[in-house]
Every structure is written in C-alpha cells, then in structure tokens.
C-alpha cells in the first residue's frame, strides 16, 4: 500500500488528514483513486490506515480507519556516522542505512575523505529526501534525519551518548563484531562509526579507543566504505531480534 | 597490498609466478615496482606473498615468500539465488554479496520479473568480472561464480542440496530468519532465495515450501531487492560467526 508522512505541509486533523506538496503530487502519480487505501505514518512510530475522499495536484484529503503502531520499526536506535566518500556512495549509504534500520545517519569529514565539500550542509536537504524516500519505500515508522558534525570532536560525543558505540576499524587490536553484539542483546540505542574510501588514521581510531568506543572487526573481508554501514546496521538489527 | 588471482592464463610454477594479461597490465596501472610484493590467491583458499621479479604489460613475474590460508574465506558456503532485477542492480548484488561472504550467485527468471534479457548467458562474463573485482578488492579466498539457472526447479533443486535453504518471503506464514539461524549455528551450507522488484508470486513460494526451504522473514521492513542478498548473506556470516 502506498505510504506517506505527516510531514512538511501535510496535516492531520480528527478524522481525516490532509496531504499536500509533492505526496498530493505522488498520490496522482501513483493513480490512487478515491475510495482506495492509503497508510500515513506520523514519524513517531504509528501507522495511520486511511482512505482517499478527494485527491488533486495540489491536495488530497482521506479519511483515517485504523491507527496501529508502526511493525517496521526496530526497537533499537541505531546512528550511522559515516566519513563522507565520493558522490553517489553517499546516497547509496543514506538509503541502505535507512532500509536496514538506521534511526539517524551522520557525515562527517575524516583525515582520509577524498570528497571535500564546500557546504555540506547545502546538501542536506537533498540527503534527508532520499532518507525520506527509503524510509516511505521500506515502510519505517520514522524518516531517519541526516545530518552533518563539523568536527570528529562531536562524531565521538554523538556516540558515547550511546548505549553501545562500535568503531569498525580494519587493522589492529579490535574485538570481533559478534562477541561485542552478543554481549549486548539487550542495548536498545548503538552508534557505528565508519570510515570514507581510504580508512581512518591510526590516531582517529586511538581516539575512539581512548573515548571508550568498542574498535570492532567485521572479519577479514575488507568491506567498501559503502558497504560497511549497511552491514553493521543489520548485524546489529539481527543480534537485537529486529530482523525477524 | 595488491591481490590478484591464480585465474585464467596465470601459472604458479615451483618459486615462481608468472602474471599475464589484465592482472599484468594493472600491475602496472597501480606503478607497482620490482622488489614490492603482492598477494596471489590460488582462489582455493590458499594465499601467496609474493615479490615482483619483472613486469611488463604482457607479462609479470613474482617470487613467492610465504604461503598461508586466506583469512578472508568464511567458513559457511552461501549460495545467493535472485530473480533477475533490471539494470545495474544486477551489478550491484553481485559486488555486494561477494564482499558480504556469499560463494556463489545464481540469478534466474522468476514470475514477476520486469528484466527479460535475450541471452543471460551472454552477460555471464560480464558478471564473472564483477565478481572477480569485488572477490580481489575485499579479500576473498575464492572468485565466487555467478550463474544463470534455467527455470525454478533448477533454483530449488540448488537450494535444497544445502544444508539451510532458505526463500525471502515478504507475506503469509513465515520463521523469523533469525529464529532459523539461531538454530542453524553451525551449518556449513545455505541457500538464500530472493526476488525481484515485484516480488514472488504466492504459488512461487508455496512451491519452494514444498520443497522443503523454510519460509523466512526478515523484518517488517521492506528491503529493495538488490538490498535483500547483504541483509540475509550478512545474517548468515554473523549467525555462524564469520563477522568477526
């Protein structure tokens, strides 16, 4: 059933709701005629299973039947941060992320990134559609926001602030990925720090080290930047019970 | 360090290597000089350090130091078997799954299938290329071969001579895939079955039920089908601790 979120412009209101801006547009795309189903999450984790009264380029109004909580939501949090990689890597991290069960995704700039963006932060609104997209597509309960941290500094900080921060790191003294997770069933927020094309510095993951991170292998296969990310997310999802 | 592999027209002859043809020719796209080592894989599992003798475009020669077995090698053979996706997400399963641990990947003509190619078996050495790329950049042990299965009995006859044959279902009556790996610790084969974009049909995987593969789900989220091989092939490596 096609999916949208109470977001933006988009306005629920007693028993019905009204959509608006490029969902109205999509519901017209889509050919949904009046009288047909439609689910709308609310972002905080609750389905709303509604049906289409009226529907135009510009707005659409459907009536709300049912109201269940979210079934595609994990019951852990789990934040991305990522050294950013070169161009489309990066939307490939955003949606794999989202659609393994990522509930934030952070870039960041690492000693190794090639990419050099003049103002990330100009691309964030483009970054958090294709979130909201995969998140619409893979029926989450939430659109992971994506952000950006200025310096490792707040990438660190956003981690221990965690129940279980992982730095995956290919080289080195590191404890294996599934003794760590096996250990921890029971977290229910976990961050994952990966690193862009080339790695992290001896000194970034010293850093992790010293900051009380868990430097974690995922095995000797040596995984692509882009890769990564989505790997860990679904270990983490399986060892907490969230890929079942 | 560089890795090639004992493939195609390269020789392992007693102290010695010899590198001809594309593996020659990137020897010297990545400058490497004489006196510098490189891994050879015998793509049994075995790795060879070697140090480069001589190289030209045509032809390298290596002196081999040291043998060891390939660590990057899980120690579970997974099969992946997908309904044919359109376009470069055909690319993209083969890469991923092979970095992931999969040993072999299968792809087939399945009901709902929107890419109908003329000739599979002509993309088969395109297919092999990518799997051989992705095999040498993440360390793998073997080139894990990638096949075309005529129609579906062939898919589940594949399936079922492993030991966990598994079909990726997204409705009715499934296991919790983690509930069957949890049980499944310590199998050494499996199978994992995935579709299209548009998914099996029910007789599709009543079928597959008949034949004995357990129905599983992974989650209420709905994965993209170049999305689903990782999740399932990164559950397997974590359940018989290959992640670590």
Known sequence: MARF?????????????????????????????????????????KDYKCRLVRADR????????????????P??????????????????????SVEAGAS?????????????????YKKLERWN??????AKQSGRGIIPKVSWAPDYGEVLNIAVHTELPLFMYETGEREPL?????????????????GPEGGFEKYEADLARIAGLHICSMGERILRCETAPVVAVTALMYATGNLS
């Open 5 to 45: 979120f109470m977001a933006g412009t988009n306005l629920l209101k007693g028993p019905t709701a009204i959509i608006r801006g490029r969902d109205a547009e999509h519901i017209q795309v889509l050919r949904i005629r009046p009288g047909e189903d439609v689910t709308i999450c609310d972002t905080e984790g």
């Open 58 to 73: 510009e707005e659409a109004e459907v009536e709300i039947l049912e109201v269940t909580p979210c079934k595609g939501e």
């Open 75 to 96: 019951d852990v949090r789990v934040t991305v941060l990522c050294g950013l990689p070169k161009g489309d890597r990066v939307d490939y991290i955003i949606q794999k």
């Open 104 to 120: 934030e995704i952070v870039f960041f700039q690492s000693a190794r990134c090639v990419a050099k963006p003049e103002d990330p």
């Open 129 to 134: 559609r294709i979130s909201e997209e995969a």
């Open 178 to 194: 599934n003794t760590v997770l096996e250990a921890n069933k029971e977290i229910r927020s976990a961050a994952v720090i990966t």
